[in-house]
């Protein structure tokens, strides 16, 4: 098993044995040779010349044989080596194959016998450099491996993270602090479309030397941005300094897509005197820009979601505002004084309790429409709902009926008298002068109530007696309340 060209270090003191192996053995065999003719000088060319086989004299001046193989061990050579001597014995061989020799000859040797050990000798070295060689690349694939794992799990664990964000915001934040971790570059930023106005925004951003990552959402022209977008690929840029044209940068840009659409691109910085970006780093950054994509698709559609749901409640509390309250006052219509009046009448049997219900109409109020319009009555009416909630208690209702009637609850009434100060005050609050823009308005109101259990057992009956005593005070001159009484009906 021949391979022309490798190198046969001969060492021998007889040139003549040299010139023999050299030119009738070697050179027709397709080897290169070398040759010393003392141990100093086999040092010396095995040193620098890195022969892969050495057929070595044993006898020579300076140093012998023995002492060559010593030499190269110390200086850490290991290179097979036959050994050829004229003077044998079991103690040299034993001595030789100590110290590392394939194959020993005495002299005179046969040619087929060394030639076979040559042949032998380099077939077992080269199966042991293509051992090495394979051992080095599989070591070296491993820790490609290795490092590829280190940085896939790296990847999934940012990729978990990021997609657990639904505030756009912060996950903005946390996808250029991953990046700037995973490539190592000095300043990573991220651009978006703005989805209203489709303009190309700086979305989020963070430099070496402000840890702190930024969301400054600036309108922006960029266009290697620009670029990376319409064509869809990863691309590393040499970029100048706007104001320094001698210091340049290293820009890594990766387009960001959902669904083949772009949406903008996730860029990677690093002086020009670093490390320069690799096919790797594209790879990383690129990975990183997937996950990001779709957790910005899903933080935008979460962000529109919650937007839809908060229009969706509000348009919810619109319709049941309405339905349960005066468009013009703002005060309980009818209806939710109906329930609020059911309640506050089973809390009372349970307890024993009385409820009062009082209804009151202005005086005059027409008048008021007549000479000053609909829109300062409906201030009016607006001015009276405010003042009848000052004077009453927090668990007290007050409803606008229609027109100009409002409807009163008191529950927990402890007794009637209480009710009949409750009225006093509400008269003595609606005299007082109402200042309506350039007008000063004073009315008055007349008001009747009805107590249960006394007036009445049920809702209906309670607001009819209410009404019956009402227009009882009108009768009696209005400005004045009236409780609800038998000869009344």
């Known amino acids: 098993m021949e391979m022309a060209g490798e190198r046969i270090l001969i060492v021998d003191d007889d040139m003549r044995n040299i010139e023999f192996l050299r030119d009738s053995l070697l050179l027709p065999s397709g080897y290169t040779t070398l040759c010393a003719t003392d141990g100093a000088q086999a040092v010396q060319l095995a040193l620098t010349g890195q022969p892969d086989l050495i057929l070595l004299d044993l006898q020579m001046p300076k140093m012998d044989g023995f002492q060559v193989l010593e030499a190269l061990k110390k200086e850490g050579i290991v290179i097979p080596a036959i050994l050829i001597t004229g003077h044998g014995s079991e103690n040299i061989a034993a001595h030789a194959f100590r110290l590392g020799v394939r194959d020993y000859f005495r002299k005179p040797f046969k040619v087929t016998e060394i030639m076979e050990a040559v042949d032998k000798s380099l077939t077992e070295a080269r199966l042991r450099k ?65 989805e209203e106005t489709g303009n190309l925004q700086l979305a ?30 990863a691309t590393i840029l040499r970029v100048p300094e706007s104001d320094d044209q001698e210091q340049s940068w290293l820009v890594l840009a990766v387009p960001l897509k959902v669904r083949d659409k772009p949406i ?16 790797h780093d594209r790879y990383l950054l690129s990975a990183l820009g997937d996950f990001a994509a779709v957790s910005i698709d899903n933080a935008r559609l ?22 349960y309250h005066d468009t013009l006052t703002g005060l309980p219509n009818r209806t939710l004084f109906n329930d609020r009046l059911g309640v506050a009448l089973a809390h009372a049997r349970r307890n024993k309790q009385r409820v009062a219900v009082m209804l009151l109409d202005l005086d005059h109020f027409k008048g008021v429409n007549d000479t000053l319009g609909h829109s300062v009555g409906d201030q009016l009416l ?11 208690r927090e668990s007290d209702t007050v409803c606008r009926m229609g027109g100009d009637e409002f409807l009163l609850l008191f529950p927990e009434v402890a007794e009637p008298g209480h009710a009949r100060n409750a009225a006093e005050r509400i008269l003595q609050v609606i005299r007082q002068p109402f200042v309506l823009g350039r007008h000063v308005l004073r ?27 009402m227009y009882r005070a009108k009768e009696e001159g209005r400005d004045n309340y009236q409780r609800y009484r038998d000869e009344i009906d």
């Open 130 to 194: 293509e051992k090495r060689l394979l051992a080095a690349r599989v070591e070296l694939v491993n820790r490609q491996l290795e490092q590829r794992l280190k940085e896939l799990s790296i990847l999934h664990g940012i990729s978990k993270a990021v997609a657990s964000v639904l505030d756009l915001d912060t996950l903005l934040i946390r996808v250029v602090e991953a990046a700037r971790y995973v490539i190592g570059a000095t300043q990573t930023s991220l651009f978006l479309l703005d």
């Open 204 to 233: 989020a951003v963070q430099t070496s030397d402000d840890p702190r990552a930024r969301v400054p959402r600036q309108s922006t022209d960029d266009s290697l941005v620009k670029q990376v977008m319409a064509t869809g690929r």
């Open 264 to 279: 903008g691109a996730l860029c990677a910085s690093r002086a020009d005197t670093a490390v320069p970006f690799s096919d």
């Open 302 to 323: 979460h962000e529109s979601t919650q937007r839809e749901l908060a229009e969706r409640i509000r348009a919810e509390e619109a319709v049941r505002r309405l339905a």
């Open 382 to 392: 607006k001015a009276v709902g405010d003042r009848l909630l000052s004077v009453m």
């Open 443 to 469: 009315v008055t109101t007349s008001a009747g109530f009805a107590v249960y259990p006394d007036d009445g057992e049920d809702g209906d009956a309670l607001v009819k007696k209410a009404d019956a005593a």
